[in-house]
């Protein structure tokens, strides 16, 4: 296995925009799902998108039209796009990955806890 290495988070005022990429060496695209959560203070970690070897995609429900993920499988590299943030995107966002048996949409949609290991996380802080 290899590492997960995020960035590009910041802090940013409600309707900003920030992308953040992860850096999933050892996590060959053609193997394993990749994906971002992310956690809030207080708050459970959830799953924000995740995304298929087809370049196939999901997202909960409150990022839907405002965050896109996508990957460049030559440089290893899966990431999140976000804009029109708002005060409820701060969270630590992680990226994560999965091997891949099924489907990755499906692996994210039932089966979060199989994205593993996680990275360090980048912060990401929008004001109002």
């Known amino acids: 296995q290899g590492q997960l290495v995020e960035s590009g988070g910041g802090s940013v005022q409600s309707g900003g925009s920030l992308k953040l990429s992860c850096d999933a060496s050892?996590?060959?695209?053609?193997?394993?799902?990749r994906g971002w959560f992310r956690q809030a203070p207080g708050k459970e970690r959830e799953g924000v998108a995740g995304?298929?070897?087809?370049?196939?995609?999901i997202y909960i429900d409150s990022v839907k039209g405002r965050f896109t993920i996508s990957q460049d499988n030559a440089k290893n590299t899966v990431y999140l796009e976000m804009n029109s943030l708002k005060p409820d995107d701060t969270a630590m966002y992680y990226c994560?990955?999965?091997?891949?048996?099924?489907?990755?949409?499906?692996?994210?949609?039932?089966?979060?806890?199989?994205?593993?290991?996680w990275g360090q996380g980048t912060q990401v802080t929008v004001s109002s």
């Open positions: 995304i298929d070897v087809t370049n196939s995609t």
């Open positions: 050892g996590y060959d695209w053609s193997q394993y799902c």
């Open positions: 994560a990955a999965a091997h891949r048996y099924t489907s990755c949409l499906a692996l994210f949609r039932n089966r979060k806890d199989e994205y593993k290991p």
